[in-house]
């Protein structure tokens, strides 16, 4: 009897998730990795999947919009210029709140990075379309991205034989335990960039999709959107996972740089203080 009662939800439940998958792509939601979204015609003529079409048209927008609001620049800002310059502003200052001052090298690519990923997110919430960060590929080729970008700066700041020696550490001797740990250490920050943004994603779109299955339905035909809190709570969440993922690039760059940002600020004020000292004495001695 336990066998069979058993046997009986377990069919009910797969009755249930068949349904709710159904009713999903009924609605225009995605319910597999191939299907749900408008572009899904274009998967058959150019033989790309549907989150890398979006990705490109979300590439494409985005360079637009950049190139319609600078194209013609005024010292008084107004309409779209005035949107990015308070964009740029903004994502300058959280950059520099984090970096310092030479942060502001930085904020072209960390603030594409936010506003990038932030559009990839907010794709999953338009009925019809899918996040392109639900999907591993895209998270892992914007984590190795991060990764390459510090790992360059990093060598730049410190030449190639500083930065090699850190990972062997001190004392020397340690170099055998210590050279292994760094290098798991530093693989580590990529897997943890993209399997963090694509797990909240992809969690976040499955929910939607189940609870748009899960609407019931007025006059047979009017479903009542039981989604719809977890869709506002969505644009909450995707805002926060560019954030996070803008943060810890934006940390992992300050560590591999810090040590020739303090040197080269410290050598910086010193030779500006000298330099400052030798105007004002040059200047003095006109005077007398």
């Known amino acids: 009897m336990a066998a069979l009662y058993a046997s009986e939800i377990a069919s009910g439940a797969a009755e249930g998730a068949h349904a709710a998958s159904a009713s999903a792509a009924h609605h225009g939601f995605p319910c597999g990795h191939h299907e749900g979204s408008w572009l899904h015609l274009g998967t058959h003529l150019t033989g790309l999947p549907d989150w890398i079409l979006i990705t490109w048209l979300l590439m494409f927008l985005l360079v637009y919009v950049s190139y319609v609001g ?21 994502l300058n200052n959280f950059v520099c709140g984090i970096m310092g001052p030479r942060g502001k090298e930085f904020t072209p690519l960390l603030g594409t990075f936010f506003l990038f990923i ?23 080729a914007l984590a190795t991205c ?10 730049r700041a410190h ?7 850190h990972f062997v550490g ?3 001797w340690l170099g055998p335990l ?7 250490g530093e ?3 990529p897997l943890s960039l993209s399997f963090r943004l694509f797990g909240n994603i992809f969690g976040e779109d499955k929910v939607i999709i189940v609870l748009v299955g899960l609407s019931p339905l007025v006059l047979k035909f009017i479903p009542i959107p039981v989604q719809f809190p977890m869709m506002l709570f969505g644009i909450f969440t995707s805002f926060i996972q560019a954030l996070v993922f803008t ?22 004020d010193g030779h500006g203080g000298h330099s400052e000292g030798s105007h004002q004495t040059e200047g003095a001695h006109p005077q007398h």
Not at 118 to 127: A, K, R, S, W
Not at 146 to 155: C, D, K, R, S, T
Not at 159 to 165: H, I, P, R, V
Not at 178 to 184: A, D, G, T
């Open 70 to 90: 600078t194209r013609r620049l005024h010292l008084a800002p107004r309409g779209l210029q005035n949107v990015l310059e308070y964009i740029y502003e903004s």
């Open 118 to 140: 932030l559009c990839m997110n907010l794709t999953g919430l338009v009925p019809g379309m899918l996040s392109p960060t639900a999907f591993l590929t895209t998270t892992v």
């Open 146 to 155: 991060a990764f390459l970008f510090v790992q360059y700066h990093g060598i």
């Open 159 to 165: 030449g190639l034989k500083k930065y090699l020696a």
């Open 170 to 172: 001190e004392p020397a």
């Open 178 to 184: 210590m050279v292994p740990v760094h290098i798991i």
């Open 187 to 189: 693989f580590a920050k």
């Open 247 to 268: 943060m810890l690039t934006t940390i992992y760059l300050t560590v591999a740089t810090e040590h020739s940002d303090h040197g080269d600020e410290h050598g910086h």
